[in-house]
């Protein structure tokens, strides 16, 4: 088994994918974020499955080696003791570094009106 990547060339034959089939975070799609992920319109679940499985059948029938990372994901989890849970210690503190970022942002972004009382200005209950 060969280790790391090693492209040679960009109009070579392909030998090896990694693809991911779509799932339902299709279904978790922000409207306003369609034209910036290349989406026309709302993306169908089935339409975008069963197309993504033509094109990987068809990459089959010419010899391609179709590879899903989320088996290959899988593997390294049963295979490294530890890299399921380093996988999701960092996936944690990334979503938290995140959270926290829009939070400053938004906390920024939001300016009481100065015509506003002290108490009818806060952006929770009292």
């Not at 990547?5 to 392909?14: D, F, R, T």
């Not at 970022?101 to 506003?116: G, H, L, M, Y």
Request: aromatic content about 8%; some cysteine; overall charge negative.
């Amino acid at each position: 088994m060969t280790k790391g990547l090693h492209v040679p060339s960009e109009i070579g034959k392909l030998r090896k994918v990694c693809l991911h089939r779509p799932g339902d975070e299709l279904l978790n799609l922000p409207p306003d974020e369609l034209e910036r992920l290349l989406f026309d319109d709302v993306p169908f679940l089935e339409v975008a499955q069963q197309e993504h499985d033509t094109f990987a059948q068809i990459l089959r029938d010419q010899g391609v080696e179709v590879l899903y990372l989320e088996n290959l994901v899988a593997e390294v989890f049963d295979q490294v003791p530890g890299a399921r849970a380093e996988f999701t210690d960092q996936y944690i503190a990334e979503a938290a570094s995140a959270a926290s970022r829009c939070r400053r942002s938004s906390a920024r972004s939001w300016t009481p009106s100065r015509t506003t009382s002290s108490s009818s200005r806060r952006p929770w209950p009292a």
